[in-house]
């Protein structure tokens, strides 16, 4: 079974808005941090995103790339075992292939790079184009 899946994914004109899901299964999703990574063709998977574990959604720590602060949200739903990613005022950089992943960890590593991720979903294509 895939213990991680993404969806939301899909076609937005730029400005436009769409809402990632990354749904767990096997295990529970707040027993770790969970990011967002990203990746375009032929360059490094980038961090987007991500949200410690938390005994509420709403008091999580959460850490933002600087190219998505005040456009992205992250969010986590324990009781649905799922972690969101709202994604506002796209832009046509913003297309990529996005991943959520589970850190070996309960806090997030600020930096966020992919190395060390525990487990990986199989990505949801986000395209921004008029």
């Known amino acids: 079974q895939v213990p991680l899946v993404e969806s939301g994914g899909g076609l937005v004109q730029p400005g436009g808005s769409l809402r990632l899901s990354c749904a767990a299964s096997?295990?529970?999703?707040?027993?770790?941090?969970i990011y967002w990574f990203r990746q375009v063709s032929g360059e490094e998977r980038e961090g987007v995103s991500c949200?410690?574990?938390?005994?509420?959604?709403?008091?999580?720590?959460?850490y933002y790339a600087d190219s998505v602060k005040g456009r992205f949200t992250i969010s986590r739903d324990n009781a649905k075992n799922t972690v969101y990613l709202q994604m506002n005022s796209l832009k046509p950089e913003d297309t990529a292939v996005y991943f959520c992943?589970?850190?070996?960890?309960?806090?997030?590593?600020?930096?966020?790079?992919?190395?060390?991720?525990?487990?990986w979903g199989k990505g949801t294509l986000v395209t921004v184009s008029s």
């Open positions: 992943a589970t850190d070996t960890t309960s806090n997030c590593r600020p930096m966020m790079k992919y190395y060390g991720m525990n487990y």
């Open positions: 096997g295990f529970t999703l707040d027993y770790y941090a």
């Open positions: 949200i410690s574990s938390s005994i509420s959604s709403l008091d999580a720590s959460t």
